[in-house]
T-cell receptor, first 113, second 113 residues
Framework: QQPVQSPQAVILREGEDAVINCSSS?????VHWYRQKHGEAPVFLMI?????EQKGHEKISASFNEKKQQSSLYLTASQLSYSGTYFC??????????????FGKGTKLTVNP | EAGVAQSPRYKIIEKRQSVAFWCNPI?????LYWYQQILGQGPKLLIQ????????DSQLPKDRFSAERLKGVDSTLKIQPAKLEDSAVYLC???????????FGQGTRLTVV
């Protein structure tokens, strides 16, 4: 099942913070985050694994709430370069092996000067 | 390190014609993915290879789409015959192992008229 991302779009001024959410109706093993700029290929940001620690670096980080099957991506003090569409991809739990990654519809982030 | 190479970048064909896309993954990457991305949507997995074996092709329209990965390296995706709804960007990606950090190629933008 496709994860649900919210909001669908967000507009920020440079330096503001944003949170992008990703929810699934099924138990998850991992959540993957990618950013895609217009006309370009998606670029990997991070993977969060069940039972793992919150990932990220100073200004882009993410959390994974296993009980709620949710992940949130935090963008702090946004920069113009953060503009793009953010996709979460979820991998369901499957004791037999890895399941395929299913991407959400994306959240379009626009950072203005 | 060379990235994922795809060709062609753009293709325009008439409906009912056939088309083929080529992908050369990053050297040493065991997993290769073909995604279909329709404008405004997230990437949708068509087929996933682990070395030269198929891991998942549950969303591949097998009556018209086919894919192979020769000797566990290069891959081709073919559509025959094409339909109008096949218009999309076809992305190839590779990763060291299943569902780890994926590196995407620039994609092939297919327009079916």
């Amino acid at each position: 099942q496709q994860p649900v991302q919210s909001p669908q779009a967000v507009i920020l001024r440079e330096g503001e913070d944003a949170v992008i959410n990703c929810s699934s109706s099924k138990a998850l093993y991992s959540v993957h985050w990618y950013r895609q700029k217009h006309g370009e290929a998606p670029v990997f940001l991070m993977i969060l694994l069940k039972g793992g620690e919150q990932k990220g670096h100073e200004k882009i980080s993410a959390s994974f709430n296993e009980k709620k099957q949710q992940s949130s991506l935090y963008l702090t003090a946004s920069q113009l370069s953060y503009s793009g569409t953010y996709f979460c991809g979820t991998e369901g739990e499957n004791q037999g092996g890895s399941e395929k990654l299913v991407f959400g519809k994306g959240t379009k982030l626009t950072v203005n000067p | 390190e060379a990235g994922v190479a795809q060709s062609p970048r753009y293709k325009i064909i008439e409906k009912r014609q056939s088309v083929a896309f080529w992908c050369n993954p990053i050297s040493g990457h065991a997993t290769l993915y073909w995604y279909q991305q329709i404008l405004g949507q997230g990437p949708k997995l068509l087929i996933q290879f682990q070395n030269n074996g198929v891991v998942d092709d549950s969303q591949l329209p097998k009556d018209r789409f086919s894919a192979e990965r020769l000797k566990g390296v290069d891959s081709t995706l073919k559509i025959q015959p094409a339909k109008l709804e096949d218009s999309a960007v076809y992305l190839c990606a590779s990763s060291p192992w299943m569902n780890t950090e994926a590196f995407f190629g620039q994609g092939t933008r297919l327009t079916v008229v």
